[in-house]
């Protein structure tokens, strides 16, 4: 190979780029790229990526040997520190290698608008879920199925749904790896995504976009069930609100307090063990009763109050060792006073004796 370099330079690169470019598309080829496949636009989008692997190796290759052989074959000897020869260049290579990745270019975006295309063509009744994200939590809430809410995604199989995402605070981004579609949340809009789930399963929803000092837990539970298991799930969750409020009206204040508590993301920073919460982004909860009557009584206030005040206000005061700026300062306005004094009320119960 090294003598016919150097007898026909043209020939013993193409060889060796020949070669270069088969082993390199075996090898990306070979690579598990991507997590299972669980959406019917996932297929679409890996075989896209392939696509764009085997156009780039022989780029890749090419673009090398020509820079590495030129590097070597044409540098200086040591101690010549002559010019090199004026050379005007090729004006036919010039033509071929402007074309040649022009066309390649172009048909690749061809290509992809198509598959672009097919993933985004309008579906005929497609179930709606809303989204919304916030620091460092998701919610859902299926609309056109009695206005269920949650902190899981549940979706049918096999039926197209579209999300309609948007944010509370910061830009988040909404994406589930295995459907390999995602879609930024944007504060004041709401973007929207397709998705017809394809396989039966537990995934993750992740933020893709960092939004402060929690983003790497900003996750929730994705759950593909089948269509009668989805029915079944969405039939709980109407009784559970129903029977969440009857509580609440009732006075089973614990029941509603708790259901507040995981339905505002609560639980996505702050550890709790009646809740089942173990992150540790903001000051555990449970040892609140205690806190709240340490920290409450430099203002004055009672544990009810303090409890209240941190809520509504999350700067006013902060526990030791925790930042500024990571708790959502807009529970005043998601919760209504009655609300707020229930999820305050159960927070204390749970976490010692309420004081008087």
Known sequence: MRRLLR??????????????????????????????????AAPQIDTLWDVLMIASVPVFVLVMSV???????????????????????NTRLEVIWVTIPFIMVSALAVYGWVVLEDIEAKQTDPLIVNVNGQQFAWRFDY????????????????????FRVKTDDVLHDFWVPQFRLKTDAVPGLTTKIRVTPSRLGEYDVVCAELCGLGHSTMRAAVRVVTPEDFDAWIAKEQKSETDGGAAAAGGDEAAAGKQLFTETGCNACHTLADAESSSAIGPGLDELSADAEKFGKQ???????????????????????????????????????EELDTLVKYLLSVSGEEKP
Request: net charge negative; no cysteine; proline share 9%.
């Open 7 to 40: 007898k026909r330079p043209a020939l013993g690169m193409a060889l060796l780029s020949g070669v270069s470019t088969a082993v390199g598309i075996v090898i990306v080829l070979a690579i598990d790229w991507f997590p299972v496949q669980a959406s019917t």
């Open 299 to 337: 203002d004055k206030q009672s544990p009810e109050e303090y409890v209240k005040a941190s809520t509504e206000d999350p700067g006013a005061f902060l526990v030791p060792n925790f930042n500024d700026g990571v708790m959502p300062a807009d529970y005043a306005k998601q919760l209504s006073p």
């Open 67 to 89: 820079a590495l052989y030129s590097v070597f074959a044409f540098r200086a000897e040591p101690g010549d520190l002559s010019d090199g020869a004026p050379i005007h260049g």
């Open 143 to 162: 609309p056109e199925e009695g206005k269920v809410k949650s902190t899981q995604l549940v979706l049918p199989k096999d039926r197209d749904v579209e």
